[in-house]
């Protein structure tokens, strides 16, 4: 089966200007996470949804910071505006709610 | 809310030489318990999983892993490592699916 597809898996801006990360989970998964992975460190769970519904954002920045997942299926990650610190792997996991995550190759942001 | 410690930032280890990385957590509820490998630039892969039952559990590429929960550990081994395995570990922690809490990861480098 396709594993989780993400896209693009590079990307340089500048602070104060705003970018969107593209995630394709796993055919039939109705869960899927966002995480933010810092140079470093494990990654950091931002945003949960389970089929189109957010099941946890309490780690989402909400003022710079939204996802949607409309269909259920593929989601947006849009940071606007971003800062320096947002500089990171931004990791799609999807799960089928048998507990085991399946992740994406990330996107690499650096802001400059 | 559960949290994760891992206690090496960096092992080093010759190829064909046992190795053990360790995980200790907190929570105050039943967890679920996980080690992943990140490769360079991929995403994370899951080695094993412990839910329930036998406190052994075995997984990919020969790694094992021990759940104590007197000592809250969950510590990873594989008794000879290659060449290959050179990656980058993470331990992870969950309420019973929910709110996955990552470690900071242990940097394994087999040397020839």
């Known amino acids: 089966e396709a594993g989780v597809a993400q896209s693009p898996r590079y990307k340089i801006i500048e602070k104060r200007q705003s970018v969107a990360f593209w995630c394709n989970p796993i055919s039939g998964h109705a869960t899927l996470y966002w995480y933010q992975q810092i140079l470093g460190q494990g990654p950091k769970l931002l945003i949960q949804?389970?089929?189109?519904?957010?099941?946890?954002d309490s780690q989402l920045p909400k003022d710079r910071f939204s996802a949607e997942r409309l269909k259920g299926v593929d989601s947006t990650l849009k940071i606007q505006p971003a800062k320096l610190e947002d500089s990171a792997v931004y990791l799609c996991a999807s799960s089928s709610g048998l507990l085991e995550q399946y992740f994406g190759p990330g996107t690499r942001l650096t802001v400059l | 809310a559960q949290s994760v410690t891992q206690l090496d930032s960096q092992v080093p280890v010759f190829e064909e030489a046992p190795v053990e990385l360790r995980c200790n957590y907190s929570?105050?509820?039943?967890?679920?318990l996980f080690w992943y490998v990140q490769y360079p630039n991929q995403g994370l892969q899951l080695l094993l999983k412990?839910?329930?039952?036998?406190?052994l559990v075995k997984g990919i590429n020969g790694f094992e892993a021990e759940f104590n929960k007197s000592q809250t550990s969950f510590h990873l081994r594989k008794p000879s490592v290659h060449i290959s395995d050179t990656a980058e570990y993470f331990c992870a922690v969950s309420d019973q699916g929910n709110d996955m809490r990552f470690g900071a990861g242990t940097r394994l480098t087999v040397k020839p």
């Open positions: 412990y839910l329930s039952g036998s406190t």
């Open positions: 929570s105050s509820v039943s967890v679920y």
């Open positions: 949804f389970q089929n189109n519904g957010v099941v946890d």
